[in-house]
């Protein structure tokens, strides 16, 4: 039998000329927004009014929040038919007939207001709020707590299903391995789920089939219906869920309780294996379940579809860029939506990109003409994911509540094993709940970075950088982040950027280290006193200028260590969403710090820069994005660019290091020598930012100022023999600020400009 594969893609059509005015009266009020943000930093709530989204009948799973399970993951079983499991509890919580399910969220409906997906139709079943699983005598009720070693191993989705795989423990260190897979019962009007448990000996455990009121009528039949239990129990739970208040997830609690039906399978001692199948169909007044030896059923006609590829359209843009650096537009298909959160290069030299929609497509010969490039789709379904890197050949993408590895394990060109690595860090479901990564340290542990923003205490590991090891545990590493949107190595050392906000008064680059608080209010295992009132934090290795440079700094890539692109070779590229540009930084340590320079690099990107990568042509490849939730200057919601260097050296500050007395500028190309020789020619400031609840933060001076900045005097200046070099001496500068040097009337020795005049280092420390 052939195994299914995904088959159509996603297209989001107007229904009516309704929505055609719906939409562009959404565009309005969007124009109308970034008008208003030139006048405040503080981001405004954007009014919604589009509906909500919903997936082709044909998708295997989404990964989406549910607001009573926020690890759900909807698996559509026919067009009309869908289940939802919670993959925290293990047990599968929700059934309709109906539509697909609604998608709410930023990505969906670009909006803030709504983000707890729904059942679309009418409820069939649900199951309570417990775990479905016990070991040894059968429990008087069931347990309201996955106990320990209870772990989400991942999706299968070969042949004709979608098969839930988890594990659950039996007995101290040893647990057996579950196979759940939903399917529509012959007739197409009932659930089927066939539950195969893999592991040996599972003597003494139960699998809580399925619970009803009981005021309604239960039916049982099949021949297995000697395998169960009917158990009648007095439940009192309550059931935590969580809704949208004014943006923010909060938690409440749902009594459930009453008298129920418990209908318990006690699992046959049986070696190597046992299964169950239970059809459960719904009727007036009542359920009816049908039980049987899994083995013994026949299979499912097999569902069939193509790999989906798809080229670029005929027409594409023009290249842009200056003398020195070139830039491509990739001609994205106008069937997909490239809305870049993630790429790396596969070791065939294709590009894997992941999108915030929750596909990941594999570009196909990226090197070469950017027309040419073909699109082909490796997975769909994943719930909003942060980030993408390729290790040894397979994909890990980090989505929201889940550090992921896809494979293709039959070889029909996409994703068919969904493993779950680890997603024991605490998830609200919240719009702003994203997890970024993963990187690699340098013993090969995974690091995953949590956003803080919207943290609500009691939900762990929100702010931090989490390590997964290769054996799925999870440890901290440090706290404080707000939203580290861009995340990577340098020099072995793991940088992420971070966001202007509440407590953070301009975006940043942050060295991140064991133990360090870097600013923003942090979940546990932080304390509550330091999430209620943090009073200092670590400092960045760079300041970004927020007004004049970056308002959302975002991914980055080191350049290689090599002439092909161009005279920056292993410095670090930073992306920056709103203004839509690539900046460029120089790093070096200062009395065993990090701490550097920062200049603009490219711009007149397509869309919103969000991810950097470089590929093996040596050539930065550049993933965009933007969405009516967070706008950016950029025209297109999503776009793949290229930058490459011409061959011609500009002229530029290639780098600055600090000095005991002042700076030395080294440039790409000799300087005049006499224009460079005048301590006229540098205008340097300095200036620093406030450490404080409120959003963002003003430019401060010595005197504590705002929106100013103060002088600093040239008290000296060198030019170096082969003019490729200036050393600044400096009077009344201080550690602690961001330096601006401005240079002023100075070219190069053949009368080039200099291709940027400005530049901003983070002084921390002075070289002792």
């Known amino acids: 039998m052939k195994p299914l ?141 996955a106990p320990q070693g209870a772990r989400f191993v991942g999706i299968i989705t070969t042949g004709a299903v979608t098969t839930l795989t988890y594990e659950v423990p039996v007995a101290r260190g040893f647990t057996v391995v579950v196979r759940e897979t939903p399917q529509p019962t012959p007739d197409g009007h009932g659930i089927r789920r066939v539950v195969r448990i893999h592991g040996g000996n599972a003597d003494g455990l139960w699998w809580l089939v399925h619970v009803v009121p009981s005021t309604e009528r239960l039916e049982i039949d099949g021949p297995a219906k000697a395998d169960l239990v009917m158990q009648r129990a007095k439940l009192s739970i309550d059931e935590r869920v969580w809704s949208e208040v004014k943006n923010e997830s909060e938690p409440s609690v749902r009594p459930f309780g009453g008298e129920f039906q418990l209908v318990w399978w006690k699992v046959p001692k049986r070696a190597p294996s046992a299964a169950l199948t239970v059809d459960t169909t719904s009727h007036a007044g009542g359920v009816r379940l049908t039980v049987a030896d899994a083995e013994e059923l026949n299979p499912l006609p097999v569902r069939t579809s193509k790999r989906k590829v798809f080229s670029a359209d005929k027409g594409f843009p023009i290249p842009a860029g200056d003398s020195a650096y070139r830039l491509e537009h990739f001609p994205v298909p106008k069937e997909i939506e490239l809305g870049v959160t993630g790429m790396d290069f596969l070791p065939n030299g294709d590009l894997a990109v992941c999108t915030w929609l929750g596909d990941v497509f594999i570009v196909q010969k990226p090197t070469g003409a950017p027309s040419a490039a073909t699109y082909r789709r490796f997975a769909r379904g994943l719930c909003e994911p942060g980030g993408l890197k390729v290790i040894d050949g397979d994909i890990y993408v980090v989505q929201k509540h889940e550090l992921t590895r896809l494979r293709d394990t039959d070889g029909d060109g996409e994703a068919d094993v969904f493993g779950c690595i680890n997603n024991s860090w605490g998830f609200t479901g919240n719009y702003h709940d994203f997890s970024f990564g993963p990187t690699l340290d340098c013993d090969g542990n995974f690091h995953v970075f949590r956003i803080g923003t919207h943290g609500v205490w009691g939900v ?137 320079c920062v200049w603009p690099f490219a711009k007149n990107f397509e869309s919103g820069v ?65 224009a460079a020789g005048k301590a006229d020619n540098y205008d340097v400031t300095q200036y620093r930012t406030e450490y404080h609840q409120a959003y963002g933060s003003a430019e401060y001076d010595f005197d504590g100022k705002p929106d100013s900045a103060s002088d600093v005097k040239v008290v000296g200046v060198k030019v170096s023999t082969d003019k490729l070099s200036v050393r600044l001496q400096l009077s009344g500068w201080r550690a602690g600020y961001v330096t601006t040097l401005r240079l002023l009337d100075i070219n190069g020795a053949d009368g080039a400009k200099l291709r940027h005049d400005t530049c901003y280092y983070t002084l921390n420390q002075i070289p002792k």
């Open 5 to 145: 594969t995904p088959s159509s893609p996603r297209r989001w059509f107007a229904a009516s000329l309704v929505g055609f005015f719906l939409a562009l009266l959404a565009l309005a009020v969007g124009a109308a927004e970034k008008k208003d943000a030139a006048k405040s930093d503080k981001p405004k709530k954007i009014k919604v009014t589009k509906p909500a989204r919903h997936d082709e009948a044909d998708i295997p799973f989404r990964c989406a929040p549910m607001s009573n399970a926020v690890r759900s993951i909807h698996i559509p079983l026919a067009t009309n038919l869908h289940v939802a499991f919670d993959a925290e509890m293990l047990r599968t919580h929700v059934a309709w007939e109906g539509g697909m399910m609604n998608l709410w969220g930023a990505p969906y409906h670009e909006g803030k207001d709504r983000f707890y997906c729904e059942p679309n139709g009418k409820v069939l079943w649900t199951m309570p709020p417990v775990f479905p699983w016990a070991f040894g005598e059968l429990p008087g009720k069931p347990a309201t707590a």
């Open 460 to 596: 762990p590991y929100m702010g931090w950088d989490i390590i997964v090891k290769g054996d799925g545990s999870i440890t901290p590493f440090c706290s404080g982040l707000r939203s580290p949107d861009g995340f990577g190595t340098y020099q072995g050392d793991i940088f992420m950027t971070e966001n202007q906000g509440n407590w953070q008064g301009a975006c940043k680059l942050n060295h991140l280290q064991r133990g360090r608080f870097y600013g923003y209010p942090s979940t546990e295992p932080a304390t509550k006193e330091q999430f209620d009132n943090p009073t200092k934090f670590d400092p960045p290795a760079i300041w970004f200028p927020y007004s004049r440079m970056s308002k959302s700094a975002s991914g980055m890539a080191t350049i290689p260590d090599d002439d092909r692109f161009g005279p920056f070779k292993g410095q670090l590229l930073v992306g920056e969403f709103q203004y839509a540009i690539v900046m460029r930084c120089f790093l070096e340590k200062v009395n065993g710090e990090w701490q550097g």
């Open 610 to 674: 969000n991810r950097l990568a470089f590929g093996p042509d040596g050539k930065l490849y550049v993933g965009g994005l933007k969405n009516g939730a967070w706008s950016a200057v950029a025209a297109k919601n999503a776009s793949l660019d290229r930058v490459s260097f011409t061959g011609k050296t500009p002229f530029e500050i290639k780098e600055v290091h600090a000095k005991s007395d002042g700076f030395e500028l080294v440039f790409t190309l000799p300087v005049d020598s006499e």
